[in-house]
């Protein structure tokens, strides 16, 4: 899928005032949708200028002005629509050389409300876990420091990497949320181990069936069967588990027909779709008072649905 990325990055690479109109507009998109708190993640460095998947020894990337940009958006989308935004910048597997001043930035603007930077991400490939054959691609000493400064973490794992890649981004990484991580239902004691842990995945239904995240093929030889997706078998598990978009304007997708798709072809049940909102709510980067009102939205919704 990051080849789709390589043809409408270098569109909007560097552009301050599109970046800001379409941060903006993501705003909009998300009010359309009765979405009341949203958490969006991007990689500055890949939008800014010089910025690319593939390193360049004499290109050196500046993305503060992007940040800068992309805030600045959000926050007039935020006045205008009424949907509190905050972001998650993420680092790019393939761009270790970024990895530090990801986490400088996200730690320097945690406190700049409104739209802060409450965590990081790793994105775009797991192959910097695999430290036998990408040993070039390591991002940990940068994460060893997001820990000792208290940053949230969230990492891409176990999407189309093995189960130990999710047990890597908790035990060495410090993730908190996992990004994915659907490979953990081939394992038992690994899904037990994230329960016990309380880590959250962030589930995507339909960036799973593009993206080879559920590898259906693999299930038995059954074919694609919704009520076999692994989001299934972690709410099984009991698992903390939220319904996400992934990227919805690549995945030509929202955040609506996720919830869609878990009702109509999941076969999930009010109750589990209810639970899904609160464990986003419990996983969120925000205050416990903020949660605290995020959950009185939803229980008002959900006692108005019941008398309907």
Request: hydrophobic share 40%; net charge negative.
């Amino acid at each position: 899928m990051i080849i789709c990325f390589e043809h409408f990055i270098p569109i909007v690479r560097g552009d301050l005032g599109l970046l800001e109109e379409l941060a903006h507009n993501f705003v909009k998109r998300q009010a359309a949708q009765n979405i009341v708190y949203t958490e969006v993640r991007y990689s500055p460095h890949l939008l800014a200028e010089g910025g690319d998947f593939v390193a360049t020894d004499d290109v050196k990337v500046d993305a503060e002005p992007v940040l800068d940009a992309v805030t600045k958006g959000l926050r007039r989308g935020e006045k205008e629509y009424g949907v509190k935004v905050n972001q998650i910048l993420c680092c790019i597997a393939w761009r270790p050389d970024w990895a530090e001043d990801v986490i400088n930035l996200a730690h320097e603007r945690r406190n700049n409300v409104p739209c802060a930077i409450v965590g990081v991400d790793i994105a775009a490939g797991e192959e910097h876990f695999d430290k036998v054959n990408y040993p070039h691609l390591d991002h940990e000493a940068a994460f060893q420091r997001a820990k000792e400064l208290k940053l949230n973490i969230t990492i891409h794992a176990g999407e189309v990497g093995n189960t130990e890649f999710v047990e890597r981004a908790v035990n060495d990484y410090g993730a908190s949320r996992i990004g994915h991580g659907y490979r953990i239902v081939s394992n038992s004691s690994i899904m037990d181990e994230m329960k016990i842990k309380g880590i959250h995945f962030e589930t995507c239904p339909t960036s799973s069936l593009e993206t080879g995240g559920w590898d259906f093929k693999a299930d038995e030889g059954k074919g694609k069967d919704w009520k076999e997706h692994p989001t299934v078998k972690m709410f099984d598990h009991g698992l903390s588990v939220g319904l996400n978009s992934d990227d919805p304007a690549v995945f030509d997708t929202s955040l609506t027909w996720q919830f869609r798709i878990a009702i109509g072809k999941m076969g999930l049940s009010k109750n589990c779709l209810c639970k899904s909102v609160y464990d986003s709510i419990n996983a969120a980067y925000i205050s416990n008072e903020e949660k605290a009102s995020l959950r009185k939205l939803i229980d008002e919704y959900v006692s108005l649905y019941d008398t309907i």
